[in-house]
């Protein structure tokens, strides 16, 4: 078990790109807030956005249901959201 400051999560943001740099523990928390993030990032018109997992030491089942949750609702939208592991 990851002791609580190991449970972290973290994110870079590059609005001009539309890329999320996602660092440290992904739990369906964290991934609520990337979703907040991606969401502003589609908002102002960005019609694809990158999430970058390659940073994420562990990520709960629940958060990553979240993130492809939020894939789909782009891809209704006729927006990308590319995950990248």
Sequence with gaps: ??????????????????LIRVSGHLTPLGADLLRGTADGLRGHGHGRVVLDLR???????????I??????DFAADGVELRIRT
């Design 67 to 72: 993130l492809h949750e939020l894939r789909r």
């Design 1 to 18: 078990m990851l002791a609580p400051h190991d449970r972290s999560l973290s994110e870079i943001v590059d609005r001009r790109a539309g």
């Design 55 to 65: 940073g994420v030491r562990a990520a709960d089942a629940a958060g990553l249901d």
